[in-house]
């Protein structure tokens, strides 16, 4: 097995450990003035790049869901940070090829990225038999339609949803692939910096939104909602807002929010 495994995770100096406590603290407020009970999303504290000291600190601190954009920096980390609990996000840019790698991640907990069948099959099959839950799967939307943004195209109520990419993935998914479980939508949105950046930010998060509604109303026809093949309850649910508009996002009605920069690299 690996080297990693016995190694000793290292601990953050004190200094460190108090100031990602500290803006743990304040997201944490932000997330919960921002939305009204019980409507409680989730955290994914996006530790790209950051020492395994940084996320074991974060960890005693309570979290548990943390999300990584390379498979190899995630599987070492994921395998020096073996924690009761931890559950690994993964939100880069996912080829093919890489998914036996990803799928034999221990506490690989979501791919938030999915955006082939040819992905979803491998994840499929490369997971190891002995996972006491299937792997959660979300389809990325591409919902500003920027050519270097992955994501298949966002559902329009103009033209029907029975047959179009998303659906199409959404239904190989639930059919064929049964150690995964079809969770949700996920957006980057528009990045660009311009007058009207949080307009185009929330065009987006509306976009996500009314996808995940076609699409529900379209998998709902074919798998009842209750047969648990998809979603929560028969509702989808949607991964949007990162550290500079998760507010927005979840005014918006996100569920799922990755917050990087704002967690990790705060200026106290
Ligand atoms: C890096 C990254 C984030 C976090 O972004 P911040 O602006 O640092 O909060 C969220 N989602 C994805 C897909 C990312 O790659």
Same mark, same amino acid.
């Given at each position: 097995?690996?080297?990693?495994?016995?190694?000793?995770?290292?601990?953050?100096?004190?200094?460190?450990?108090?100031?990602?406590?500290?803006?743990?603290?304040?997201?944490?407020?932000?997330?919960?003035? =921002?939305?009204?009970?019980?409507?409680? @999303?989730? #955290?994914? +504290? $996006?530790?790209?790049?950051?020492? %395994?000291?940084?996320?074991?600190?974060?960890?005693?601190?309570?979290?548990?869901?943390?999300?990584?954009?390379?498979?190899?920096?995630?599987?070492?980390?994921?395998?020096?940070?073996?924690?009761?609990?931890?559950?690994?996000?993964?939100?880069?840019?996912?080829?093919?090829?890489? =998914?036996?790698?990803?799928?034999?991640? @221990?506490? #690989?907990? +979501? $791919?938030?990225?999915?955006?082939? %069948?040819?992905?979803?099959?491998?994840?499929?099959?490369?997971?190891?038999?002995?996972?006491?839950?299937?792997?959660?799967?979300?389809?990325?939307?591409?919902?500003?339609?920027?050519?270097?943004?992955?994501?298949?195209?966002?559902?329009?109520?103009?033209?029907?949803?029975?047959?179009?990419?998303?659906?199409?993935?959404?239904?190989?998914?639930?059919?064929?692939?049964?150690?995964?479980?079809?969770?949700?939508?996920?957006?980057?949105?528009?990045?660009?910096?311009?007058?009207?950046?949080?307009?185009?930010?929330?065009?987006?998060?509306?976009?996500?939104?009314?996808?995940?509604?076609?699409?529900?109303?379209?998998?709902?026809?074919?798998?009842?909602?209750?047969?648990?093949?998809?979603?929560?309850?028969?509702?989808?649910?949607?991964?949007?807002?990162?550290?500079?508009?998760?507010?927005?996002?979840?005014?918006?009605?996100?569920?799922?929010?990755?917050?990087?920069?704002?967690?990790?690299?705060?200026?106290?």
């Amino acid at each position: 097995m690996s080297s990693f495994v016995n190694a000793p995770v290292p601990k953050a100096s004190q200094d460190r450990v108090a100031e990602l406590q500290e803006s743990l603290a304040e997201i944490r407020s932000r997330i919960q003035q =921002a939305c009204s009970p019980p409507h409680a @999303p989730a #955290l994914v +504290a $996006v530790s790209k790049y950051k020492p %395994a000291s940084d996320i074991l600190a974060c960890y005693e601190d309570g979290q548990r869901d943390f999300g990584e954009n390379y498979v190899q920096e995630l599987e070492e980390k994921a395998q020096q940070l073996n924690l009761p609990g931890i559950k690994w996000h993964f939100i880069g840019t996912l080829q093919s090829n890489k =998914a036996k790698v990803l799928a034999l991640i @221990p506490n #690989l907990y +979501a $791919v938030q990225t999915v955006t082939s %069948a040819k992905a979803a099959t491998g994840l499929n099959k490369y997971l190891p038999a002995e996972r006491s839950a299937p792997l959660n799967i979300l389809l990325q939307v591409n919902t500003s339609g920027e050519d270097n943004k992955s994501g298949v195209p966002p559902l329009s109520p103009d033209s029907p949803s029975a047959d179009v990419e998303l659906t199409q993935l959404a239904r190989h998914i639930i059919k064929e692939c049964p150690r995964l479980h079809f969770q949700g939508l996920m957006t980057i949105g528009s990045l660009t910096e311009s007058l009207s950046s949080a307009e185009k930010e929330n065009e987006d998060f509306e976009r996500l939104k009314q996808t995940r509604d076609l699409l529900q109303e379209a998998l709902s026809k074919e798998f009842p909602a209750d047969s648990g093949k998809w979603g929560l309850d028969g509702r989808l649910l949607l991964s949007m807002g990162m550290s500079s508009d998760f507010e927005a996002a979840l005014k918006a009605g996100s569920d799922i929010v990755r917050v990087g920069t704002g967690i990790f690299d705060m200026q106290v």
